[in-house]
């Protein structure tokens, strides 16, 4: 896994730790040291640790004016023992939203697992965000079948042509234009 680094093409672009807006603003980072691990895997450290043991993720780009963000995300997602929901809501996506943030594009090809508990803080984001949403792209099917099962797909725009887009082939301006045309059409 230390392989895997975050999708780095947009830099020129975006970067969280310059950002005052983000989380993550002035976080340094090395490109030596392998400080992070899902279980007894080492992560590459590029990767933002938020609270979980087992999650991480990378705002890999913001854009306040039109209210969206681009998030990837790698490890198990885990709210049965973690409660990663939780803390993916209060410390990242809660002061995002502060920031006028209500369209979320979360990028799952690296989330390996989900494990569920409830759906309290799920339904909380789907009702914060107002006229946003919560947009999830290329996750694997197991894991799509995981928040099928508990019924937090309900909250999340997700499946369809949302599981099969070549995200990286694009700019990110096209990119969030490519999800909010597919989003559009779903909600109308």
């Known amino acids: 896994m230390h392989f ?6 947009w830099r020129l672009y975006y970067i969280a730790s310059e950002d005052p807006h983000s989380p993550f603003y002035e976080r340094e980072y090395s490109e030596f040291e392998f ?7 080492y992560l590459h450290p590029q990767w933002d640790y ?11 780009f913001a854009d306040y004016d039109k209210g969206y963000v681009i998030i990837e995300m790698i490890g198990e997602w885990n709210d049965a023992i973690e409660n990663d929901i939780m803390t ?11 920031e006028g ?3 979320f594009i979360i990028i799952g090809e690296n989330v390996l697992n989900f494990h569920y508990s409830d759906d309290s803080y799920y339904e909380e984001w789907f ?8 947009a999830l792209i290329n996750f694997h ?6 928040f099928e099962k508990i019924g937090v797909d309900h909250y999340f725009l997700m499946g369809g042509e949302l599981e099969d887009i ?12 490519k999800v909010n045309d597919l989003v559009e059409k779903r909600l109308n």
Not at 88 to 98: A, N, Q, T, V
Not at 127 to 134: A, K, S, Y
Not at 141 to 146: A, L, M, Q
Not at 166 to 177: A, G, L, S, V
């Open 4 to 9: 895997i680094e975050p999708h780095y093409d």
């Open 141 to 146: 099917d197991h894991v799509i079948r995981e």
């Open 127 to 134: 009702d914060e965000v107002d006229d946003g949403w919560i």
């Open 101 to 103: 943030i209500n369209k």
């Open 88 to 98: 993916l809501k209060r410390d990242i996506i809660e002061p995002l939203m502060l």
């Open 50 to 60: 938020f609270g979980s043991p087992t999650l991480f993720l990378k705002i890999l």
């Open 166 to 177: 070549e995200w990286r082939t694009y700019m990110p301006q096209q990119f969030f234009r």
């Open 35 to 41: 400080n992070n691990t899902v279980y007894n895997f």
